[in-house]
């Protein structure tokens, strides 16, 4: 089991940056694939990026490629998604996931945080 914690949403303008983190609970924190979903109003929940145990391997949806980075600091229990070149298209609520393989995060996930809500402003 664990529980996860999103912080880090906001309003912010086109182009800019913002940086999430999800915290962890648990001392089997590294054992866990994790990434991150995003939700916008009216529309189906997709995936975002993921990451694995070890930070050794990460994957993006083809619409974040090159604007967001996932990364992990397992000493902390905290999962980041540092989003650049923010779009109005971004705006949603953003959920933390945890899996025991990248796949499940990539797909279902295991475990999922409450969300933080993300608004770009045109």
């Known amino acids: 089991q664990v529980q996860l914690v999103e912080s880090g949403g906001g309003l912010v303008q086109a182009g800019g940056s913002l940086r999430l983190s999800c915290a962890a609970s648990g001392r089997t924190f590294s054992s866990y694939a994790m990434g991150w979903f995003r939700q916008a109003p009216g529309k189906e929940r997709e995936f975002v990026a993921a990451?694995?145990?070890?930070?050794?391997?990460?994957y993006y949806a083809d619409s974040v490629k090159g604007r967001f980075t996932i990364s992990r600091d397992n000493a902390k229990n905290t999962v980041y998604l540092q989003m650049n070149s923010l779009k109005p298209e971004d705006t949603a609520v953003y959920y933390c996931?945890?899996?025991?393989?990248?796949?499940?995060?990539?797909?279902?996930?295991?475990?999922w945080g409450q969300g933080t809500q993300v608004t770009v402003s045109s």
């Open positions: 996931a945890a899996g025991d393989t990248i796949v499940v995060v990539t797909t279902t996930g295991d475990y």
């Open positions: 990451i694995s145990w070890s930070g050794g391997s990460t």
